[in-house]
């Protein structure tokens, strides 16, 4: 293959890809519902990497059970009062990052394995 037939090819990938991962995200936006966590159960057992229940307050006042995965917990630093965005699926209510970094002045770390703290130190 030529260099330019190569070039078009990784380019016109590259675009697919990125309107792919765009589209998704503006999709989960307009589907998300904002709330604030009231209150965040972490399994211990898997000491958090397993996800975690949080009871949610959305906009509308009503409060849901929801999941959070493990690597939303860790990534957001979650904790009771947090403003997320929480998505219905088939399986429940997921809890998502906020959109826009809206979330303060925190610091991002990386997950502490085995602590179960969600990266907090």
């Given at each position: 293959m030529s260099d330019a037939v190569y070039n078009i090819v990784y380019i016109a990938s590259a675009a697919v890809l990125l309107a792919g991962m765009a589209a998704v995200e503006i999709y989960r936006w307009r589907r998300g519902v904002p709330g604030r966590i009231i209150d965040l159960e972490i399994d211990k057992i898997a000491f958090g990497l397993g996800g975690a229940r949080a009871a949610v307050e959305l906009e509308s006042g009503e409060?849901?059970?929801?999941?959070?995965?493990?690597?939303?917990?860790?990534?957001?630093?979650?904790?009771?009062?947090?403003?997320?965005?929480?998505?219905?699926?088939?399986?429940?209510?997921?809890?998502?990052?906020?959109?826009?970094?809206?979330?303060?002045?925190?610091?991002?770390?990386?997950?502490?394995?085995?602590?179960?703290?969600?990266?907090?130190?």
């Open positions: 409060t849901i059970d929801a999941t959070v995965p493990g690597c939303v917990q860790c990534l957001g630093r979650l904790r009771p009062g947090d403003r997320v965005r929480v998505n219905e699926t088939r399986d429940g209510y997921v809890v998502g990052l906020p959109y826009g970094l809206a979330r303060g002045k925190k610091k991002m770390q990386t997950c502490t394995r085995g602590t179960g703290d969600g990266g907090r130190q």
